[in-house]
């Protein structure tokens, strides 16, 4: 089944204690990307990557790490969460851009104390 | 820079009526245009989109015409399904294709 993975789903963590949230996907797709999504503030992009080693800042990059060093993984990297992070995370995938379909994962909801 | 403006909800309708999400957006040169929807506790899906002016991108009774005189994307159904309560998202990829810009949302509750 073609599918986006994220791991774990719920997430309770402390202010500075580093954390990783790992996302898969098994379509062969190259672009990647992760979101936020807040109350009133819609979706917002974090990261995207347009391929292998290539890496990108989206619209709200500050406190987050990404790397991209093989095609079906792109974990999202928190060296010091703080609560201002608190959130549903979202990554998704799409064959070359995202003006081709992206596909969604189930999300995880992150908070921090 | 790139923006997606789309009516604030909640919306409830009836079974049946007429649904208008209306969508506004901000960008430089051409972008396309996207519908996505969120069913409960689940990922976002997308519904439709529309890559060029004029065009219209239409899904499982949905409709949306892109209108750049207007900077418009409009979501339209006829009939609408309590099947169809969800969140709707508007959005745009910028002309580069690589960034992706989301609108705030729209919760629609239809009743029976």
């Known amino acids: 089944e073609a599918q986006v993975t994220q791991n774990p789903r719920y997430l309770i963590t402390v202010t500075g204690k580093k954390l990783t949230v790992t996302c898969s996907q098994n379509?062969?797709?190259?672009?990647m990307s992760w979101y936020r999504q807040d109350p009133g503030l819609g979706l917002r992009q974090i990261y995207y990557?347009?391929?292998?080693?290539?890496?990108d800042k989206g619209d709200v990059p500050e406190g987050y790490k990404v790397s991209r060093k093989e095609k079906r993984n792109f974990p999202l990297i928190l060296e010091s969460p703080s609560p201002n992070q608190t959130s549903l995370y979202f990554c998704?995938?799409?064959?070359?851009?995202?003006?081709?379909?992206?596909?969604f994962g189930p999300g995880t909801r992150l908070t921090v104390l | 820079g790139n923006s997606v403006t789309q009516m604030e909800g909640p919306v409830t309708l009836s079974e049946e009526a007429f649904l208008t999400i209306n969508c506004t957006y901000t960008?430089?040169?051409?972008?396309?245009l996207f519908w996505y929807v969120q069913y409960p506790g689940e990922g976002l899906q997308l519904l439709l989109k529309?890559?060029?002016?004029?065009d219209k991108g239409s899904n499982k009774g949905f409709e949306a015409t892109y209108r750049k005189e207007t900077t418009s994307f409009h979501l339209e159904k006829g009939s609408v399904q309590v099947s169809d309560s969800a969140v709707y998202f508007c959005?745009?990829?910028?002309?580069?294709?690589?960034?992706?810009?989301f609108g705030t949302g729209t919760s629609l509750t239809v009743i029976p």
């Open positions: 998704a995938s799409s064959l070359n851009h995202p003006i081709d379909t992206q596909y």
């Open positions: 379509m062969n797709h190259e672009y």
């Open positions: 990557s347009m391929n292998v080693e290539v890496t």
């Open positions: 960008a430089t040169g051409y972008p396309s």
């Open positions: 529309a890559t060029k002016a004029d």
């Open positions: 959005a745009l990829s910028d002309q580069s294709g690589n960034q992706f810009y």
